[in-house]
């Protein structure tokens, strides 16, 4: 089954002459269970891609299907819980003067689920953190910390998809691991799909199945995972990146 | 990292953080902590003083009043200040430290019902215009801006003349000039996060527009929309002294510092006590609240540090 299908999504910003494309006929499907990379350099359209799925940004063209059904015809509680997002920066996407308890319920109260402490803590074990976490407030946690409650929070609603925008680089290089064997792990666990902003072309090999190459809004290959040992791109934009990659890690 | 020492880190945490665990002891030590800070700082601290004793005065001023604040006693007017009178009598002999302490109640009646009237008016018509936009910001925006560009006493003076002279009105005239300010500040506030990624979070998990306003922005805003009603009760103590003064705002029975003044007027020139000592306790407490805010705003506003 696909779970994500893109098909032709375009963004027109302007009027007329001044007119401007950010985002041109972008397609790709991802399959129920996958896990897709979104590569590119910074400006190429990787996170608008992902904020138009997750219906932030709402004056795209196109069509989005999820699971076989149009975002825009979903309702809006089910499409909830059918695809949440991680963010980049977890010092932004956590509410400051909310507690982690807080911010874990209150998704809880608004589809008005049962057992709410229970979930709560089971989310939190399921990360990697201890029930106690509840009680504290974002600043008293460290970068992982509150990386690992944003996941727990996108996780509390049990969704097929997640959305995932740059969950690492913010993060130190140590802690990148753990954040990274912890989504691999709950994707194994859960079959969850992924769809997986970065630009670190490592996180996406280590990550992903399959991956699309973007330049300027625009897809101009989609890969499978092995050719980014091989390098033998078919798009000279996908090879030369690959290539500098390849040779930025040789000279680590 | 292995279970066992992942619980050996969280032991640790725990023993650090023991005591700001639970809610309302956190809140509690956290206003313990502001106060302190206010304290700190001498002008903050003189305004915070001031302030207490303002309240406790309007709590406790049948007790320390030494006169009736109404009796009339025609055979000992405008008497100076002596020790029977410490702050002397007025044109009908009534004493004026006595009415002083009983006009610390208006006072303080004025000033709270005029922050429960603002504050949540402000709050609301600022973030809602600044989280919707479109055309429902612009017409709240145009509509405080024609509340702001009169001058606040001026505004009070209409609503008054429309609704007539007295206390309550006057009171609803302040409230009514006194919001503008506060909406424009929480708009503001509004828009510097509004895109932030924990509104987009909350929108994702299914809040309404509403939840995300009460629960994620208000609470965002609240630090500096306090500051700003601080600062402001400076303002209307001074505009219901205004009132008061011009007649419209408290009547004459009522011990109202402006109305004081305004009595007081006719006698100022051989009778100095009947307006300095009114005069001054405006001064005092409007400076107190002036001093007041700008302590708060250091110790609450975060972007200030």
Not at chain 2, 36 to 65: C, D, K, Q, Y
Not at chain 2, 100 to 114: D, K, M, N, Q
Not at chain 2, 187 to 205: H, K, P, V
Request: hydrophobic share 45%.
């Amino acid at each position: 089954m696909t779970a994500i299908d893109v098909r032709n999504l375009s963004i027109d910003l302007g009027y007329s002459s001044a007119k401007k494309r950010i985002l041109g006929d972008v397609c790709f499907s991802v399959e129920a269970g996958e896990s897709f990379g979104l590569v590119g350099e910074s400006g190429s359209g990787k996170s608008t891609i992902l904020r138009c799925i997750a219906r932030l940004l709402n004056v795209w063209e196109g069509d989005i299907q999820l699971e076989g059904r149009s975002v825009n015809d979903m309702p809006f509680a089910e499409y909830c819980r059918t695809v949440q997002m991680v963010f980049q920066d977890p010092y932004g996407s956590l509410h400051p003067r909310q507690s982690i308890r807080t911010a874990l319920q209150e998704p809880l109260r608004i589809h008005r689920m049962d057992r709410q402490v229970e979930r709560m803590e089971r989310a939190l074990i399921d990360v990697g953190l201890d029930p106690a976490f509840l009680a504290r407030y974002p600043h008293e946690l460290s970068g992982g910390q509150r990386q690992r409650v944003a996941i727990a929070r996108a996780l509390i609603l049990e969704p097929r998809i997640l959305l995932l925008d740059e969950p690492t680089s913010a993060l130190d290089v140590s802690v990148q691991a753990e954040v990274l064997n912890l989504l691999a792990d709950l994707r194994a666990k859960r079959k969850l799909t992924y769809l997986f902003v970065s630009h670190d072309l490592a996180v996406i090999d280590h990550m992903c199945e399959r991956l699309a190459v973007m330049q300027h809004g625009r897809v101009v290959e989609v890969m499978s995972r092995d050719v980014l040992a091989t390098g033998e791109a078919n798009d000279p934009y996908a090879r030369e990146l690959i290539q500098a990659s390849l040779e930025y890690d040789h000279a680590v | 990292m292995t279970a066992k020492s992942l619980s050996l880190q969280d032991a640790a945490q725990d023993k650090a953080m023991s005591g700001s665990r639970s809610n309302p002891n956190s809140a509690f030590r956290r206003l313990l902590a502001i106060i302190r800070e206010l304290l700190g700082n001498p002008s903050s601290g003189f305004g915070l003083v001031v302030i207490t004793i303002l309240v406790l005065t309007a709590i406790v001023a049948p007790l320390i009043a030494p006169y009736d604040p109404n009796v009339i006693n025609l055979g000992n007017t405008l008497k100076p200040p002596s020790i029977e009178h410490w702050f002397g009598t007025d044109e009908l002999g009534r004493d004026i430290m006595s009415r002083i302490i009983y006009g610390t109640r208006i006072s303080l009646t004025i000033i709270t019902i005029v922050s429960v009237i603002v504050g949540p008016i402000g709050l609301l018509v600022g973030t809602t215009a600044g989280y919707f936009g479109g055309w429902y910001d612009t017409i709240m925006m145009r509509i405080t801006d024609i509340f702001l560009s009169f001058p606040s006493l001026i505004l009070s003076l209409a609503f008054v003349a429309a609704l007539g002279a007295g206390l309550e009105n006057a009171i609803i005239a302040i409230g009514l000039t006194t919001w503008p300010p506060i909406a424009r500040l929480a708009r503001a506030e509004t828009l510097t996060f509004r895109g932030a990624d924990y509104i987009s979070a909350s929108r994702m998990q299914g809040a309404s527009a509403l939840r995300i306003i009460i629960k994620s922005i208000m609470p965002m805003c609240l630090p500096s929309v306090l500051v700003r009603i601080t600062l402001s009760m400076a303002t209307v103590i001074l505009t219901a002294a205004g009132l008061g003064f011009l007649g419209l705002g408290a009547q004459p029975p009522l011990p109202e510092w402006g109305a004081m003044i305004a009595t007081g007027r006719r006698y100022m020139l051989d009778n100095w006590w009947l307006v300095a000592f009114p005069g001054g306790a405006i001064l005092l407490v409007s400076l107190a609240f002036n001093l007041l805010g700008d302590g708060l705003r250091d110790a609450l506003d975060p972007k200030q540090r």
